[in-house]
């Protein structure tokens, strides 16, 4: 069965750094990108980025570029979503998912980050 | 670029079809895939390539594309089917998703 299981809820103050991760399993975690999806409370879905485990190419949205890093560790396939100065602005949910083709067919639970004062 | 356009809100009563549109010029040349979110829940793929559905997804969902306009159908709607639902396409130019606003599916 395959699965992406997320890290857990974050509360944090503005300035900090996070990294945020997405563990798969039941399939083959090099042979398929991952992507991270932003959803603000109340919005919609944003595509933030995606990562090929493989060989860890990496594309970023216009939106995101410089604001976040994506990365991976094929050896305990896991793939992090991470934050070097977080802003209020950055509260949001955070969704893992697997691309196939041109969709996205399994997606992680979730992770809320919140970044407050 | 692409800007999908989805309606903010349909409402139908239980056991009616609801549909949910999602438009951009000559996206029936695109591939078209659908997304259910319940409240508090990730989003579910039940609908890809513009009609076909992952195994588990009930045949009452059903998808089609042609022209200006792709198309979402859920028949014979339930109260479980309440959710927001978001349209996606792959910009091949940009290599990269671009998601619709989202639907809000009410049941009556």
């Known amino acids: 069965e395959v699965q992406l299981v997320q890290s857990g809820a974050e509360v944090k103050k503005p300035g900090e750094s996070l990294k945020i991760s997405c563990k798969g399993s039941?399939?083959?975690?090099?042979?398929?990108?991952i992507g991270w999806v932003r959803q603000m409370p109340g919005k919609g879905l944003e595509w933030m980025g995606s990562?090929?485990?493989?060989?860890?190419?990496?594309r970023y949205s216009p939106s995101f570029q410089g604001q976040v890093t994506i990365s991976a560790d094929k050896s305990i396939s896991t793939a992090y979503l991470q934050w070097s100065t977080l802003k209020a602005s950055d509260t949001a949910m955070f969704y893992c998912?697997?691309?196939?083709?041109?969709?996205?067919?399994?997606w992680g639970q979730g992770t809320l980050v919140t970044v407050s004062s | 670029s692409y800007v999908l356009t989805q309606p903010p809100s349909v409402s139908v009563a239980p056991g009616q079809t609801a549909r949910i549109t999602c438009g951009e010029n000559?996206?029936?040349?695109?591939?078209v895939h659908w997304y259910q979110q319940k409240p508090g829940q990730a989003p579910v793929l039940v609908v890809y390539?513009?009609?076909a559905r992952p195994s588990g997804i009930p045949e009452r969902f059903s998808g089609s594309n042609s022209g200006n306009t792709a198309t979402l159908t859920v028949s014979r709607v339930e109260a479980g089917d309440e959710a927001d639902y978001f349209c996606?396409?792959?910009?091949?130019?940009?290599?990269?998703?671009?998601f619709g606003g989202g639907t809000k599916l009410t049941v009556l």
């Open positions: 998912a697997r691309r196939e083709s041109e969709d996205f067919d399994y």
């Open positions: 039941g399939y083959s975690f090099t042979s398929y990108w």
């Open positions: 990562i090929f485990p493989g060989d860890s190419d990496t």
């Open positions: 000559k996206i029936g040349t695109k591939s």
């Open positions: 390539d513009d009609s």
């Open positions: 996606q396409v792959w910009d091949s130019s940009g290599d990269h998703p671009v």
